[in-house]
C-alpha cells in the first residue's frame, strides 16, 4: 500500500513511475559495482538526465523514509500504551494515505483514541504525504517565501 497511484495522479504514496525508476538505478549501481567498466544502455528511464536527476530520486526516497521514521518515534513517545504495529501502521496510513491501520487502529476502530499531539502529528503527515515530500519541503523553505 505505500505505492500509490501512477504519475501524474493525486493519490497518495510513492508513485509507481518513481518506485520503478528507483529500482533501475539500484540495478545499474549494483552491475556497475562488480562490473566497473561496462557501458550499460538504460531504455525508458523516466528521470532527468545525469546525476542531478538520480540525486533527486534517492532524496525523495530517503524524505519518505525519514518522514516514516520520525513519525513513528513522535507517535510512540506520545502514545506510549500503544503497540509498534499499531503506531507503525497509524504512521503508514496518514503518511501514505491508505486508510485504516492495524493493531488498535483495525478496520473496525478508528483514530479517535490519539492525543492531540498525536492527532496534529498524523494530520501534518497526512499533508506531506498528499503534497509530495519535496513540495513540502519547499513550503517551509524561509528562502522560498523570501524570493516570491
Not at 95 to 107: D, K, V, Y
Not at 108 to 136: D, H, Q, W
Request: charged share 15%.
Amino acid at each position: 500500500m505505500v505505492a500509490g497511484g501512477c504519475s501524474g495522479s493525486t493519490a497518495g504514496g510513492l508513485k509507481v513511475n518513481r518506485l520503478i525508476a528507483l529500482f533501475r538505478i539500484m540495478r545499474e549501481e549494483l552491475t556497475k559495482s562488480f562490473r566497473p567498466n561496462i557501458v550499460m544502455e538504460v531504455k525508458n528511464l523516466p528521470l532527468a538526465s545525469g546525476e542531478r536527476g538520480r540525486v533527486e530520486m534517492l532524496f525523495m526516497f530517503t524524505l519518505a523514509g525519514l518522514s516514516l521514521g520520525v513519525g513513528t518515534l513522535l507517535i510512540s513517545a506520545f502514545e506510549p500504551g500503544m503497540s509498534f504495529t499499531g503506531v507503525l501502521s497509524a504512521v503508514t496510513a496518514s503518511l501514505f494515505n491508505i486508510g485504516p491501520a492495524l493493531a488498535e487502529l483495525g478496520p473496525t476502530e478508528n483514530f479517535g483514541k490519539f492525543s492531540n499531539p498525536s492527532l496534529l502529528i498524523l494530520s501534518f503527515l497526512m499533508m506531506i504525504g498528499r503534497l509530495e515530500f519535496v513540495a513540502a519541503c519547499v513550503l517551509v523553505m524561509p528562502s522560498f517565501w523570501r524570493k516570491y
